[in-house]
């Protein structure tokens, strides 16, 4: 049956053409909403971020030194191949490597534990759980001021404890060799341990309780129910705990300026640290910026690892 339409007026269009070109509507309005939301934020992230990294890429290709500020003579690969011949990098590499590699590790096994015995249920938790927060709101300068004092043979609370407790006391903690990267590390963890047993707390409690209890019917053991379950569970959470630490680590530079100086010798210079000296310290900017460069590149091939194993099984 033929539809009749009256004259001078044009068809509608059917419902549901109607509607498709109303959400159609909606949706470009929804998009130039978010896009205008996000801009400022694109724009900060571009100030703060991607110009100072595109400047030090320039810089690296530079001789520019602090000592003739008005010469920026271009190099090539000069910085580079300085890089690879420095003496002094295999050492700084290996240090910061030992210093990541050792506060994350300890930091994410440390942290987790301790997010297990707070998911627990007993009398008083939840305050325990605030409390754990704190370091969390502390920054890094007054933690390096707070922990060199502590350690302070002479003076610090930690000398005095055993002492009186009658273990025996090192001489120095900062600058004995064999404890000067140690002492770092647990200081670290400080801030670290929390910051991990957090997410994973809260990664724990957001987790179904059935397979749980359906376990422990079965007679799996806590550690058992642990490893298959909980672990699992929590797997995600735990991958970006563990690359925001590894980043901060690779980025810390107050425990080294401020505790150790970055001795006793060049025991305690991470690759960060030995940014600063040779940019700062020795005026060498273009050569700092080849080292900055680096371990941006390095931390890009960190994080990549640990996503990629992040993901096995």
Do not use: C
Not at 11 to 40: E, I
Not at 132 to 150: D, E, F, G, K, N
Not at 153 to 172: D, F, K, M, N
Not at 183 to 209: N, Q
């Amino acid at each position: 049956m033929a539809t009749t339409v009256r004259p001078g007026r044009a068809p509608q269009p059917p419902a549901a053409q109607q509607w498709g070109q109303t959400g159609s509507r909606q949706r470009r309005r929804s998009r130039r909403f978010f896009v205008l939301a996000a801009a400022p934020a694109v724009v900060v992230v571009a100030a703060t971020i991607l110009v100072p990294l595109i400047v030090s890429v320039g810089l690296s290709f530079t001789g520019y030194s602090i000592d003739i500020p008005d010469n920026l003579p271009f190099v090539g690969l000069r910085n580079y191949r300085q890089l690879i011949s420095d003496p002094q990098v295999p050492g700084v590499l290996l240090h910061t490597l030992e210093y990541v590699i050792g506060s994350v590790a300890a930091e994410t096994v440390v942290g987790t534990g301790i997010a297990v015995l707070l998911a627990s249920r007993f009398s008083g938790v939840r305050p325990l759980r605030v409390i754990y927060m704190l370091p969390l709101m502390v920054s890094w300068v007054p933690v390096a001021i707070t922990w060199r004092a502590l350690l302070d043979p002479q003076s610090g609370w930690v000398a005095a404890t055993l002492t009186a407790t009658g273990l025996p006391t090192p001489a120095s903690w900062l600058g004995d060799p064999h404890l000067a990267m140690i002492t770092l590390i647990a200081t670290d963890m400080w801030v670290g341990v929390p910051f991990i047993a957090i997410l994973s707390l809260t990664a724990i409690l957001s987790l179904p309780v059935d397979p749980e209890e359906a376990a422990m019917v079965d007679g799996a053991s806590r550690f058992q129910i642990f490893r298959h379950i909980t672990l699992p569970g929590i797997k995600p959470v735990l991958v970006i705990a563990v690359v925001f630490r590894m980043v901060d680590t690779f980025r810390q530079f107050a425990l080294m300026d401020l505790m150790t100086g970055g001795g006793p010798g060049t025991r305690t210079t991470v690759l960060n640290y030995y940014t600063y000296l040779t940019t700062f310290q020795y005026g060498q900017v273009g050569y700092g910026a080849a080292l900055a460069v680096a371990m941006v590149l390095i931390m890009i091939i960190a994080v990549t690892l640990v996503f990629i194993f992040g993901r096995r099984r």
